[in-house]
């Protein structure tokens, strides 16, 4: 853990300094901020995993979002295709406003509807669908 723990480390400093050298913007705060949230989402699935818990759809959904990466893929890539950094801008990324948001519940879904049957025996959270279903008492199949 301490290797990739330090690489990673290590690469989002890069990334930083990259950004800093290019466009005169600070943001290794951001990135550390927007990884230990990943981080984070992952450490709450794990304890619902290893508790035996089901979170609610809510729960599921307002974790699930940000556990997708998609909110930090985003917001790296945001630095290196914009010529500007705004504190606008800035301040609507630490708060994943708008298609970071939007997308990744996109992404979410995508990711949740591909989840096979395999992949929960071997020890996958359960996903938004399944958390839904628990939940609302529904099944799989519904009548047309």
Request: with cysteine; proline share 1%.
């Amino acid at each position: 853990m301490k290797v990739l723990i330090s690489a990673l480390f290590k690469t989002t400093e890069a990334i930083a300094q990259e950004i800093l050298n290019e466009k005169g913007v600070d943001v290794i705060s951001y990135l550390k901020k927007w990884w230990a949230d990943l981080c984070n989402s992952y450490l709450v699935e794990a304890k619902w995993y290893h508790s035996g818990y089901t979170p609610s759809f809510d729960e599921y959904w307002n974790n699930g979002w940000i556990s997708i990466s998609n909110p930090l893929i985003m917001v790296h890539a945001y630095f290196y295709v914009t010529k500007e950094t705004t504190n606008e801008a800035l301040d609507d990324l630490m708060n994943y406003n708008g298609i970071i948001r939007w997308s990744s519940m996109i992404f979410r879904l995508i990711d949740d509807l591909g989840t096979s049957k395999h992949e929960l025996e071997r020890g996958d959270v359960l996903k938004a669908i399944k958390c839904y279903m628990l939940e609302k008492g529904v099944s799989e199949l519904l009548s047309t």
